[in-house]
């Protein structure tokens, strides 16, 4: 069982392709400054040798929630 939403270090895991990345800095730095929140973003946040599968499992357990960026790219990519 992961930890409580009150005890989770980040606010918000963001998801997105790394085709979007220019959007998402920009929307990672206003949800930082504006919105005074705490996300988890992988190039911050990622080692080098992180195994993507368990290491980001272990993220999304310490964010109270995700947001998903989706463009039509990144859909039409899968």
Not at 35 to 57: C, K, P, V
Request: glycine share 6%; proline share 1%.
């Amino acid at each position: 069982m992961g930890l409580p939403l009150n005890k989770r270090d980040y606010d918000i895991f963001l998801s997105y392709a790394h085709s979007e990345y220019v959007f998402v800095e920009r929307l990672y730095e206003w949800l930082r400054q504006s919105a005074g929140l705490e996300i988890w973003l992988d190039n911050r946040e990622l080692s080098a040798g992180a195994l993507l599968a368990t290491d980001l499992q272990k993220a999304i357990e310490r964010c109270r929630g995700v947001l998903l960026v989706a463009s039509d790219e990144s859909l039409a990519r899968g």
